[in-house]
């Protein structure tokens, strides 16, 4: 197909489309002519890919552009979903050096999940060496509760996010569900906490 076909395919302005073959997101396609080129299925997944990055997980150009670029250059999924992760969930380092925290030692430990360095854990340890610091302690029991129900969670998020797809899918599949699924998991966190309140307080009678 031709630029104007893909572009009324997808739904993307020729304008759009163009400005990603110059920031190198969109592959070139094959040229048939001076001035024209033929574009393919995939080329129509990849605009799917960029468009729902941008609409509807909020990246920008160069967050995406580091995705896509790591795709084409055919890095191992277990590389891909780990960038993926730390871009889609803002787990990028912050300045000063990370201290491993018991309670995250812990956690890894209970769930049995494999002890290497990553960003995931930086950003763990990170955020329980905050609720230390203000006087916010996790109980073991609390941490074995809360890890058990993440850990199933992540099981059934994997599962379907590597079934046998093309790169570009598993990029999708990948950071849309990341997104979406933590915001459900929020959602469903607050209206459980929301319930239990109701229930809590209609039963004690307090005011």
């Known amino acids: 197909m031709q630029l104007k076909e893909l572009s009324e395919v997808t739904g993307t302005s020729a304008a759009s489309i163009k400005y990603y073959l110059r920031e190198g997101l969109l592959p070139p396609g094959e040229s048939v002519h001076a001035t024209r080129a033929s574009y393919t299925a995939d080329h129509v997944k990849r605009l799917e890919l960029i468009r729902s990055l941008r609409q509807i997980v909020g990246l920008n150009i160069e967050q995406i552009r580091s995705i896509v ?11 891909l979903l780990a960038h993926v992760q ?9 300045s000063g050096e990370v201290v491993r925290t018991a309670a995250a030692d812990a956690v890894v430990r209970m769930r049995n999940w494999p002890d ?8 763990l340890d990170r955020h329980i060496a905050l609720m230390e610091g203000l006087g916010i302690g996790s109980t073991l029991d609390l941490l ?14 994997l599962a379907a996010t ?5 790169t570009d899918s598993v ?11 933590s915001q459900l998991m929020l959602k469903l966190l607050a209206l459980a906490q929301a319930s239990h309140a109701i229930r809590r307080l209609t039963t004690t009678g307090a005011p």
């Open 86 to 94: 730390r871009v889609v969930l803002k787990l990028g380092p912050d």
């Open 144 to 157: 074995d509760q809360y890890s058990s129900a993440v850990d199933s969670i992540a099981g059934l998020d």
């Open 69 to 79: 670029k790591m795709a084409d250059d055919g890095v191992p999924h277990l590389a």
């Open 162 to 166: 590597t079934a046998g797809q093309d």
């Open 171 to 181: 990029i999708l599949t990948a950071a849309v569900g990341m997104h979406l699924h």
């Open 116 to 123: 290497v360095p990553s960003d995931a854990r930086d950003a």
